[in-house]
């Protein structure tokens, strides 16, 4: 991506999130609002084509897990999707993580696998990109995107594959890496594939994002369409008292249960040398923070609630792939400031090349999800989806109609 398309996709980020002032800013505002009317429209049509069955959905024949939202990122479903693995993976499940792999690049040469029953090459037009079959991480990050990279690296034993196709995925890691659950990241507005249960992910700091729908606001469908889930889970939750948005989630949605989770730092990691340090290495130390995620404020916000004072926040856009360039200037800003450490996130690390000259320690916040409420809510799902696995037979795999919930 070039520089002035990275200016320009940042700059788009600002005017959606009302960071961006001035008549051009305003202007743009106004036609994009003209142009979510369209989505808005684009999008109920489609959802209304598939509940008809003019649409087909794909049944794999074993248990989808969909994980997702109704927001443009930033509601911490990463994490949650890790959550779910880890558990189910220890439950002796053959858990997949099935994602499109935003922002990630196609192989240059694809990889190559034998199918497991004849032992025959696979053809690159069939192939999924596996990021991990359950041994490690096995793409760079720029093939695999950041976040199933991240999943790769910290779920042994779950595979992690990427197609925008995910149907062909599925298949995959069904045929190929016997998979007896698939977990698919991001997958509200995933419909090719039936759901078996639909998980659905409310920010309790931001929970319908700007408001208004793409590409004016963040919105990825209107907060009606929270009918289709069967589970809400409430994140990043500051306090227990969240009845008010409860009693608003329930104009959308009267039957899904509800838990309630913080999205808490756990501890600090070298990005170089993996060494570990407790949050406490952070109080009244002159910090530097850089991140390119969806709603920076939330990690600048966590990491002043630890004590660190922070001296600057370079912020780019969500995904953002940082060139070395980037991070020798920021490194540069970081010395003159006496920047003590250098602070990002888990997520943004995975792509962070060396510094030519480094300078300044470069550690990420660890996070994890901690339930708060909804503790029996949680073991209803573990024990819904810990039955005795069943490992289909490829026929069974057909087209099936959406059904309302």
């Known amino acids: 991506m070039s520089e002035g398309l990275k200016e320009f996709e940042q700059w788009g980020e ?42 087909k959905q794909v049944h794999l024949g074993t248990m989808v897990i969909s994980i997702g939202n109704i927001t443009m990122g930033g509601t911490g479903k990463t994490p949650v999707v890790e959550l779910f693995a880890r558990t189910l993976r220890d439950k002796n499940r053959k858990v997949s993580i099935l994602s499109r792999g935003y922002k990630s690049k196609p192989l240059d040469t694809p990889q190559k696998w034998h199918y497991k029953q004849t032992n025959k090459l696979i053809p690159a037009k069939d192939m999924p990109k596996v990021v991990s079959s359950g041994l490690g991480v096995q793409l760079d990050v720029k093939y695999a995107g950041d976040e199933p990279f991240m999943l790769a690296k910290n779920l042994n034993g779950v595979s992690v594959v990427v197609d925008k196709d995910r149907v062909k995925g599925g298949k995959f890691a069904i045929q190929e890496l016997d998979a007896d659950i698939l977990l698919l990241d991001d997958g509200m507005q995933f419909l090719k594939i039936a759901h078996s249960i639909d998980v659905v992910l409310v920010d309790s700091n931001s929970p319908f994002g700007t408001g208004a729908m793409m590409p004016r606001g963040t919105l990825r469908e209107p907060p009606r369409n929270l009918c289709r889930a069967d589970y809400i889970f409430i994140t990043k939750c500051k306090t227990h008292n969240n009845h008010k948005l409860i009693k608003k989630i329930r104009k959308y949605n009267k039957v899904a249960e509800i838990i309630e989770c913080t999205h808490g730092p756990v501890h600090l990691e070298n990005v170089f040398t993996g060494e570990i340090k407790p949050l406490s290495f952070l109080k009244h130390k002159f910090i530097a923070a850089i991140s390119g995620i969806a709603v920076p404020e939330s990690f600048e916000e966590k990491l002043t609630d630890l004590g660190a004072k922070v001296l600057f926040h370079r912020t780019f856009s969500d995904h953002y792939s940082f060139t070395q360039d980037d991070i020798d200037r920021f490194m540069s800003r970081c010395m003159r400031r006496d920047a003590e450490i250098i602070v990002t996130t888990e997520k943004d690390a995975v792509r962070f090349p060396k510094p030519t000259e480094q300078d300044v320690d470069i550690y990420f916040l660890r996070i994890e999800v901690d339930i708060l409420k909804g503790s029996d809510v949680w073991d209803k799902i573990v024990s819904r989806t810990c039955g005795t696995p069943t490992h289909p037979d490829p026929l069974l795999i057909n087209d099936k109609h959406l059904h309302d919930n």
Do not use: E, N, Q, T
Request: hydrophobic letters at 55%.
């Open 14 to 55: 600002d005017v959606i999130f009302g960071r961006a002032k001035g008549l051009r800013a305003s202007l743009m505002r106004l036609l994009l609002r003209a142009l979510s009317w369209i989505f808005r429209s684009l999008v109920s049509l489609r959802l209304y084509l598939f509940k008809r069955g003019w649409k």
